[in-house]
């Protein structure tokens, strides 16, 4: 089908504005997933309402223990149900100071723990700054409603249905339907740009004393102090996991031609002939 | 009791010194790492002041939110025969110094500082670790003893050195803030919490309480109280001991 001539055709796909905010908040949300992990690791408990400290009723808790043992033990406990995570899940790691939980990455030797949060803070001023300026760039180039807001037709179930059962068995578009985001596609988009990463922004501002200071209310929006640090730390997450299939769908549909799309603006599709 | 200081006579010399966006003054911030850290900081420090333009005040809580164990972090007692002697004396010989670019420096009793005017305020601790505890303060507004003392017009900053020796380094522990946040009506140095004496691990006779800071700004055991132009000469140079040894961020912002 491909062999004789190669029949293709080349779209504009995403213009300067979209690869400019689609590689700096790469970056930003990598920095901001590292050190927000690192500065969890410290107190790895999460907790509802305005006050929480170790041993006050978290509802999640990460630990990690030698017990007995010589071999460290990890835990997670959500609710009352207590998992036992050695060899899956965290690690502990002797800091010098004592035993350190580690959930995920441990920071390179020579980290200086105090400057984490400062980095929190620097790459949080990129993302704040350039999330607003890009929801409100989708909006006023019409891109929003030309390629994230799905149509119609998308929302239908059966077309629904049949993009589900695309996705499970890993089929790559083509032709003509590789041309357009499909609607799960377009919802996650969507879900991403205009509600986890504004909920992260604003979690994390509801969190200071001093923008609830001159906010009043912006951390009883999320239910308190500790609540809006739990509603931080599961978005994250949330982010973290759409990262996780967005790159996987990547080298489903094609790598090369994705990061050339997000690079150049320039992507590849199949030409469909008229039968 | 609970009663606001007019913060007037100290504004009044600090807007006319043009102190109200100095930064921290930094001296080995030459990396670019380092630089981009810096820039960040400034940037979180003069957006924080713009939105503290009219002075807000930080939330207070009902006195039955307060938290049933508030932990103490940092130093627990403090290691040495100065601090033992001070406490088998009940305080009653300390004194709390205020010099540096100050007209008067001062040395005032315990006693002397809980008959200043007082304010009592049950307000929210927060961690950079995570944890946040509730908690009542009662205390002399810093704003009134800066005034009693008068800041000279190159006065940008207030350094507080405290009477905990850090065992990692061997430093005593010290903070700082710039005049703002010094003379916030909810800046306090408290010498009472949650309607007691101050405890001995939350720093008592007397700590400091910056409610538009997070936790480590909050230095506990203040024994002096320095009025400076520039933090360079003191310590590191980055304005507190975590600032220093763990180059934690010097305006914390919160």
């Given at each position: 089908m491909m062999g004789r001539s190669r029949d293709v055709q080349v779209d504009y796909r995403h213009p300067l504005p979209v690869r400019l905010w689609h590689w700096t908040n790469a970056a930003a949300i990598g920095v901001l997933l590292f050190t927000g992990l690192l500065i969890f690791d410290i107190h790895?408990?999460?907790y509802w309402g305005e006050a929480g400290q170790e041993g006050q009723g978290a509802f999640i808790s990460f630990s990690g223990d030698h017990f007995e043992d010589k071999v460290p033990r990890t835990g997670l406990r959500i609710g009352s149900h207590r998992w036992n995570t050695t060899g899956r899940l965290g690690v502990l790691s002797d800091s010098g100071f004592g035993d350190q939980y580690l959930l995920l990455a441990p920071a390179p030797d020579d980290w200086q723990y105090g400057a984490t949060?400062?980095?929190?803070?620097?790459?949080a001023w990129l993302l704040a700054f350039s999330l607003p300026l890009y929801a409100l760039y989708l909006f006023?180039?019409?891109r929003l409603s030309s390629t994230l807001l799905p149509t119609r037709a998308q929302l239908r179930g059966r077309s629904l249905l049949r993009e589900i059962s695309e996705h499970l068995r890993l089929h790559r578009a083509r032709g003509e339907a590789a041309r357009r985001y499909n609607a799960l596609q377009k919802l996650t988009y969507l879900l991403v740009i205009y509600g986890l990463m504004p909920v992260m922004v604003l979690s994390g501002l509801a969190m200071s004393n001093t923008m609830n200071?001159?906010?009043p209310g912006l951390?009883?929006?999320?239910?308190?102090?500790?609540?809006?640090?739990?509603?931080?730390?599961m978005t994250a997450m949330l982010l973290a996991l759409f990262i996780l299939v967005h790159v996987f769908q990547v080298f489903v549909a094609g790598f090369g031609n994705l990061m050339r799309s997000m690079i150049t603006g320039r992507f590849v599709s199949e030409r469909e002939r008229a039968r | 009791m609970t009663r606001i200081i007019s913060r007037r006579g100290v504004l009044g010399g600090l807007a006319a010194s043009g102190a109200l966006l100095s930064g921290c003054s930094r001296v080995d911030e030459k990396t670019p790492f380092r630089?981009?850290?810096g820039l960040s900081d400034a940037f979180t420090l003069r957006a924080q002041r713009v939105l503290l333009a009219n002075r807000p005040l930080v939330r207070e809580y009902s006195l039955s939110q307060l938290s049933a164990t508030f932990p103490v972090n940092g130093t627990n007692l403090p290691p040495g025969d100065l601090y033992k002697r001070l406490l088998d004396a009940e305080f009653r010989s300390w004194q709390l110094k205020v010099h540096g670019l100050v007209n008067r420096p001062l040395s005032l009793s315990l006693h002397q500082l809980q008959d200043m005017p007082s304010r009592t305020q049950v307000t929210m601790h927060s961690c950079d670790e995570g944890w946040s505890a509730i908690g009542q303060w009662t205390g002399v507004p810093?704003?009134?003893?800066?005034s009693l003392a008068g800041l000279r017009p190159e006065a940008r900053y207030v350094v507080f050195h405290c009477l905990d020796k850090i065992s990692m380094d061997g430093n005593y522990y010290y903070e700082s803030l710039?005049?703002?946040d010094a003379v916030h009506p909810q800046t306090l140095l408290a010498y009472g919490m949650n309607g007691k004496p101050l405890p001995i691990g939350h720093g008592a006779p007397l700590r400091l309480r910056v409610e538009l800071q997070i936790g480590y700004k909050n230095a506990k055991f203040v024994d002096r109280i320095e009025v400076v132009d520039s933090l360079g000469s003191i310590g590191k140079g980055r304005g507190g001991w975590w600032e220093d040894f763990d180059r934690a961020v010097w305006y914390a912002g919160q």
């Open positions: 790895p408990h999460l949060r400062g980095w929190h803070f620097a790459f006023w180039s019409r200071a001159v906010w951390a009883e929006l999320f239910g308190g102090h500790q609540s809006a640090r739990s509603v931080h730390f | 630089q981009i850290l810093l704003g009134h003893v800066l710039d005049l703002l």
